[in-house]
Nanobody
Framework: QLVESGGGSVQAGGSLRLSCAAS????????IIWFRQAPGKERKGVAG?????????YADSVKGRFTVSQDNVSKSTLYLRMDSLKPEDTAMYYC???????????????????WGQGTQVTVSS
């Protein structure tokens, strides 16, 4: 089970931090992927990380602005820090988990065993 939190509304240039807390049958080592979907657009991966084998991988659209990290105390909580937000970052954001992400497969739709409920991020200009 994945529980997300942290979305909201900010002005362009602002920051938000999303959280994704994993529990239940999810293994201690896994690959977390953050996806987003704007109204009328397809879902796209923006960031992903194998918890046992960082560093994270980022989509070009967010590289240098978004950061994936793992809580140092609660290893089952992952974060997506979003800085320098732009209006085009407005979307519903989801975290998802698969066992492992091989190079080049982070943002694939396959083998996504668990999904968060989604959290809305709205960036105004």
């Amino acid at each position: 089970q994945l529980v997300e939190s942290g979305g909201g509304s900010v002005q362009a240039g602002g920051s938000l931090r999303l959280s994704c807390a994993a529990s239940g049958t999810i293994s201690s080592n896994y690959c977390i992927i953050w996806f987003r979907q704007a109204p009328g657009k397809e879902r796209k991966g923006v960031a992903g990380m194998n918890t046992a084998a960082p560093p994270p991988v980022y989509a070009d659209s967010v590289k240098g602005r978004f950061t994936v990290s793992q809580d140092n105390v609660s290893k089952s909580t992952l974060y997506l820090r979003m800085d320098s937000l732009k209006p085009e970052d407005t979307a519903m954001y989801y975290c998802a988990v698969r066992g492992y992400c091989a190079s080049g497969t982070y943002f694939a739709d396959s083998e996504l065993n668990h999904w968060g409920q989604g959290t809305q991020v709205t960036v105004s200009s």
